[in-house]
């Protein structure tokens, strides 16, 4: 299991753009694939972007992919979502999440270990 804390969420404008990091514990980083979740109010969570151990891969959800782009700096052990010409449809909490594999994965149940989240707002 990793230990994984989230930052970056606000209040934005639409068009604007914002950047999530996630911290990890452990010394074992660079084995995890990791990915992006969020979950909107009143909706199921869903799978935004996930990137493979080394960086080398990463896959989007259709609806974010050429505004949002993730990557990870494996010595801080560390992963970014950067996010940008956001829209009012991007509010949601968004999660961190890690999975014991360098398999990449959309799957909520196939990421074993999750932050806590962190809100993001877009206003119209």
């Known amino acids: 299991q990793v230990q994984l804390v989230e930052s970056g969420g606000g209040l934005v404008q639409a068009g604007g753009s914002l950047r999530l990091s996630c911290a990890a514990s452990g010394r074992t980083f660079s084995r995890y694939v990791m990915g992006w979740f969020r979950q909107a109010p009143g909706k199921e969570r869903e799978f935004v972007a996930a990137i493979t151990s ?3 891969n990463a896959v989007y959800a259709d609806a974010v992919r050429g ?33 014991d594999s360098n398999r990449l994965s959309r799957e909520i149940a196939d990421f074993g270990s999750w932050g806590q989240g962190t809100q993001v707002t877009v206003s119209s």
């Open 54 to 56: 080394m960086g080398a």
């Open 67 to 99: 505004r949002f782009t993730i990557s990870r700096a494996n010595p801080k052990n560390a992963v970014y979502l950067q996010m940008n010409s956001l829209k009012p449809e991007d509010t949601a909490v968004y999660y961190c999440a890690a999975r």
